[in-house]
């Protein structure tokens, strides 16, 4: 039989890529499930997504939508506020030593004084819409199923701030959701759904800088500074006055690169734009040059994102200084809009009463590896940046243990006293943060040691699956075996320079078969390349005689147009044609 979705329906039964059980880890212990072990996961991709408008029945009946929040303990203090502040593309090594000795973020360093900062925290996948499904649903990817940046959850998806609201909270939100799905253009959809097709194609502009305005100049990114606006003045006009406690939420767009227009009529995101009041926020003596791998020497996958970004022409150092300058002065921007926010709460008397939280979708590689953008799970892109202070919340504190996006969720219904589904791919933050013993503060017992991010968008030509556990990153492809898998020790290799996968392959073993015990990788991944195919004969059937016009003329056009009938060509043979 089907789940019961939020409007009432009966939708479909879900398949499962999940697994039975874990295998013993390399590191000793157990290697704790993930979600879905009990039998659900993502399934083929037609109409809803499996936990879309089907979405939280399991999660709702877990969590007991219609009950109250937990009763408070004799001497408990009343509920807190909260606040999440989430970014678009912040490098979370900035956070801490030595990446915070390249500019200046007061703000955030406001936020490590007066709380908490994680060291290792991760995107679930390294793109805006499948990172933002993830942090909303608490759910992995391959469970989601929001494969690209047009496939998310489904607009009625049940999240954990629908759930704070049916609990007493007051809801408010601003700015950049990005989660469901829909959005994005259509050369972002096509350049996902085509990437097994055997042809390269720049997709994106030349990354580029570009400097705007004077030395008073602050508000570059208006959009973001005027959501911000209105976050303060929420802060100040409405919550100061609210009975219930609050759930605030502001999303920006910085630091993602802006719009590329000189690369034609659907042009990307390649250029880093800031203004010099920025720009002398950051320490230029202080910018490392990353190393880079000659073309040759590139793991093939990284060639294939590396090209479709525009990024295997000559660079000088100072090119690639500037583009790194420029990005670190748009860190700084978004750093006074969450400084705003902070000051607001200040000034109403509202910050000790309110946990606030500080993160985002993904990071930015500002050329590292030879690529601008995320799309992939080296640390430029895949670490994110996670802060936490408040009431309760220890002050000063580093925490070491690997966390990731899907673990906002629970930890938000565990701030608002809500019971925590166990079927999450999160687990919450609290005991952590307040020093708790684990075992006790959740009935599904100790968080694992790992976590999991994995990637099945555009600039890559296979899915890609991360497993972070301890001191070792493992990155698989597809069906595991045709593409070869990278293994980098983050403690000797901090810039993920050497795949030891040869040296260590006990080390590869013991990865892969945790990764197997979470999710069922080739499973997805042919799944996946099902689905791209699916979606885009349904695409190019709509356009009609249209179709060799529009796929001419998408971000790709200036390769494309050199030899149209070879690529089309191309697309016929990839779809058996």
């Known amino acids: 039989m089907g789940v019961v979705g939020r409007n009432g329906r009966v939708v479909r039964r879900v398949k499962s890529y999940a697994v039975d059980r874990a295998p013993e880890s390399a590191f000793g212990a157990a290697a704790p499930l993930g979600p879905g072990a009990g039998g659900y996961g993502g399934g083929p991709m037609r109409g809803s997504g499996p936990l879309g408008r089907a979405g939280l029945a399991l999660l709702l009946m877990a969590a007991g939508a219609g009950a109250r929040p937990r009763p408070a303990a004799p001497g408990d203090q009343p509920r807190s506020n909260v606040v999440l502040v989430a970014c678009d593309s912040l490098d979370g090594r900035l956070t801490f030593f030595p990446g915070n000795q390249t500019v200046d973020l007061p703000s955030i360093n406001f936020m490590k004084r007066h709380g908490t900062v ?47 609201e049916r609990h007493g909270y007051r809801a408010q939100k601003f700015g950049k959701l990005d989660f469901t799905s829909g959005h994005h253009s259509v050369s972002n959809r096509v350049e996902a759904w085509t990437r097994d097709v055997d042809f390269l194609l720049r997709q994106e502009g030349r990354p580029m800088v570009k400097l705007t305005g004077h030395r008073k100049h602050v ?73 880079w791998s000659s073309l040759s020497e590139m793991h093939p996958v990284d060639y294939y994102s590396s090209y479709t970004k525009n990024c295997t022409g000559e660079f000088t150092k100072e090119e690639v200084r500037n583009i790194r300058a420029f990005y670190y002065a748009m860190c700084a921007e978004t750093d006074a809009m969450l400084g705003d926010i902070l000051s607001a709460l200040r000034d109403t008397g509202l910050l000790g009463k309110t946990i606030i939280m500080f993160t985002a979708d993904h990071g930015e590689l500002a050329m590292e590896h030879r690529q601008f953008y995320k799309m992939s799970m080296y640390e430029g892109s895949s670490h994110v940046p996670l802060l936490v202070m408040g009431p309760g919340i220890r002050e000063q504190q580093q925490i070491p243990n690997v966390v990731s996006l899907v673990d906002i969720y629970p930890t938000m219904l565990d701030i608002a006293r809500i019971p925590v589904p166990q079927n999450l791919s999160g687990y919450s933050l609290i005991p952590l943060l307040r020093e708790k013993a684990e075992s006790q503060a959740s009935p599904r017992g100790p968080r694992p040691s790992w976590v999991l991010s994995e990637f099945h968008g555009c600039n890559v030509n296979s899915s890609m699956y991360m497993l972070r556990a301890g001191k070792w990153k493992y990155i698989t492809y597809s069906d595991g075996s045709s593409v070869p898998p990278q293994l980098f020790d ?81 697309i016929d043979k990839w779809l058996g044609k």
């Open 490 to 570: 983050l403690t000797a290799d901090p810039d993920e320079l050497t795949n030891v996968a040869i040296t260590f392959p006990v080390i590869v073993h013991s990865l892969d078969k945790i990764l197997r015990s979470i999710v069922n990788y080739p499973k997805v991944s042919s799944s996946v390349q099902e689905y791209n195919k699916q979606q885009f004969i349904s695409w190019k059937q709509s356009l009609g005689h249209n179709y060799s016009s529009v796929i001419a003329n998408l971000r790709w056009h200036q390769d494309w147009l050199k030899d149209q009938k070879k690529y089309e060509n191309a």
């Open 118 to 164: 994680f060291l290792n925290a991760y995107t679930n996948s390294p793109i805006c819409c499948p990172s933002r499904a993830a942090m909303w649903s608490g759910l992995f990817t391959h469970l989601t199923e929001s494969w690209n940046n047009f496939k998310g959850l489904d607009p009625d998806y049940v999240t954990w701030m629908d759930l704070m």
């Open 219 to 291: 508000r570059v990114m208006e959009k973001d500074w005027q959501n911000t606006d209105k976050a303060v003045n929420w802060i100040k006009e409405e919550a100061v006055n609210l009975t219930q406690p609050f759930i605030l939420y502001l999303g920006l767009n910085l630091p993602h690169p802006y719009p590329s227009p000189y690369a034609g009529e659907n042009f990307g995101s390649s250029t880093f734009l800031t203004s010099p009041y920025w720009l002398e926020k950051v320490n230029y003596e202080a910018i490392k040059i990353p190393k």
